[in-house]
């Protein structure tokens, strides 16, 4: 249950994240810290526009919220936000070799093909140095509240996730597979896996009307980790049909009125590659290079042709790469490799039905 506080500066209505005690405002970066409600004194009259100054508690939660991206906020409408995540799980047998490659890569195209400003992405990798930054799964849970904290019509939001995806068994009824989705924090040994239950209550029903997400996950078992209502199933002709994964129990999983779209690795019974056959110059995850490639050739026209064109690439792994300014720049992306094909099928779901081959794709 989130709680609603007021800036300590600004007065603006800000969400309170369960079992935080802090919070930095997005626009002024003020940070109001809240003490232990029991002990707060009673809220004054409406006509009082000064709330008592609240004690500082004896012990501040780590939080993204107090760590917020450096600069100045951007404009009130119109704003465009991301958290991008990339967890090689060093020092591990779970090690991934191409996912922090995954973050930086789309970090720079978010920068330079798509207009986000830096001080809008949130990045969290093992190689930050700012310990709020690294991707544990309290840092992330923070990083998507603030993702969608404060969202307005004309918002775009993007979360893009590299990693180890795996699945718990679902006792609600509300999977379709009796599986519920889940991400795996670089903590995930000791704290747990994040469950797509708790993404969709976090990033998705909150969206309000004129805000657009876009998710990008790449990770083992992905196809519904946000757990959104429909699922594009596509054969590799092009043909599709969107699939009803409303829970049975009539529990809700779309938005507030938002738009909620995302490109996952593999379906959910499938397992995503961590490959150097992409790119022989260092390791990529397959479904993030794909996504990439699209955009660079200039196939991401639509959704439809996003994905048709996402999952060409992997199948024929031995075609020439091209280039682009993602791809040229970044020599990770350079070259092609060796062929094979790879065993997994991007997948497009949402939380309504479209044209995937009449709706524009932009981010």
Known sequence: ????????????????PPGAHSIR???????????????L????????????????????APSPYNHAPPGPPPSVHGRKRAVICGISYKFSRHELKGCVNDAKCMKYLLVNKFNFPESSILMLTEEETDPYKHPTKSNIRMALYWLVQGCQAGDSLVFHYSGHGSQQRNYTGDEVDGYDETLC?????????????EINDTIVRPLPPGVKLHAIIDACHSGTVLD??????????????????????????????????????????????????LSRITSTGAMTYSFI????????????????????????????????????????????GSGGGLRQEPQLSANQPFDVYAKPFSL
């Open 1 to 16: 249950m989130l709680m609603l506080v007021n800036c300590s500066n600004c007065r603006r209505a800000l969400q309170l």
């Open 25 to 39: 405002c997005a626009i002024c970066h003020a940070v109001t810290r809240i003490a232990d409600p029991r002990s």
């Open 41 to 60: 004194p009673p809220p004054p009259p409406p006509q009082s526009s000064h709330y008592p100054p609240p004690q500082p508690p004896p012990f501040t």
């Open 185 to 197: 924090p670089v903590d995930f040994k000791t704290q747990g896996m994040i469950v797509d239950d």
């Open 228 to 277: 959104l209502p429909f699922l594009c199933r596509m054969d590799r002709s092009g043909r599709y049909v969107w699939e009803d994964h409303r829970p049975r129990s009539g529990t809700w999983k779309g938005t507030n009125g938002g738009e909620a779209i995302s490109f996952s690795g593999c379906d959910d019974d499938q397992t995503s590659a961590d490959t150097s056959a």
């Open 293 to 336: 490639q699209a955009i660079e050739r200039g196939q991401g026209t639509t959704y439809g042709a996003m994905l048709n064109a996402m999952r060409s690439t992997i199948r024929n792994t031995d075609d020439d790469v091209g280039g682009g300014i993602v791809t040229s720049l970044l020599t990770m992306l350079l070259t092609g």
